[in-house]
């Protein structure tokens, strides 16, 4: 595989950087679990120089990461990390921070699980997490093509599913995190913001 496009990337990676120029503001080091495609560590690490932004997916998107970081030839996108999110082996860290798109519903809820766990372990004091993507609120869709899309993914894999925002949340909790805040976003999607308390 080599470079691949998404064309979600290119049309949700401005809004969202919109808000990583904020929460990302004092950052220095992120961790991106499920670069994918690599379009949006590109995008995102040529706005924010002053972050260095570590790539990681599961080997067979590497070539893809790859591919994007070659291009663009920027110093702070560093080569991808093999990293299964719901897995055990995790890069040392701390990180300041970790970002992540479009994963929780593509996962199992089991490795949703285990991503927070690696978060927990990763994510330094005063560390800030940032996860876009569908969500759910108290088991509702919050619109009819999220219903849709909900339904499309259990026919691809039964283990998929648009997520309930309070379990997820729940999650983060369990790790020290206190959601900041929840921002709506085009297309249905949120991002949400946890922050690690310096304790």
Request: glycine letters at 8%; aromatic letters at 8%.
């Amino acid at each position: 595989m080599e470079k691949q496009f998404s064309a979600a990337c290119e049309r949700n990676r401005d809004p969202i950087l919109q808000i990583l120029r904020e929460v990302f503001a004092d950052r220095r080091h992120v961790l991106e679990i499920g670069s994918g495609t690599g379009q949006h560590a590109v995008h995102f690490a040529a706005h924010l120089p002053h972050l260095r932004w570590q790539t990681s997916d599961l080997p067979r998107n590497h070539s893809s990461i790859i591919a994007w970081q070659d291009e663009a030839g920027l110093p702070n996108v560093m080569p991808p990390l093999a990293l299964d999110a719901g897995g055990d082996a995790w890069p040392a860290g701390p990180f300041d921070a970790v970002f992540s798109a479009n994963t929780c519903h593509i996962m199992a809820w089991h490795e949703v699980e285990g991503m927070f766990a690696g978060i927990g372990r990763v994510l330094g004091r005063d560390g800030v997490l940032c996860i876009y993507g569908p969500f759910n609120y108290e088991g509702k869709f919050t619109s009819e093509s999220n219903a849709r899309f909900d339904t499309a993914l259990k026919e691809q894999a039964p283990h998929m599913g648009i997520r309930d925002v309070e379990e997820v949340n729940r999650l983060a909790r369990e790790q020290g995190l206190e959601l900041q805040a929840d921002h709506a976003m085009p297309a249905n999607n949120r991002l949400l913001v946890w922050r690690r308390g310096r304790a």
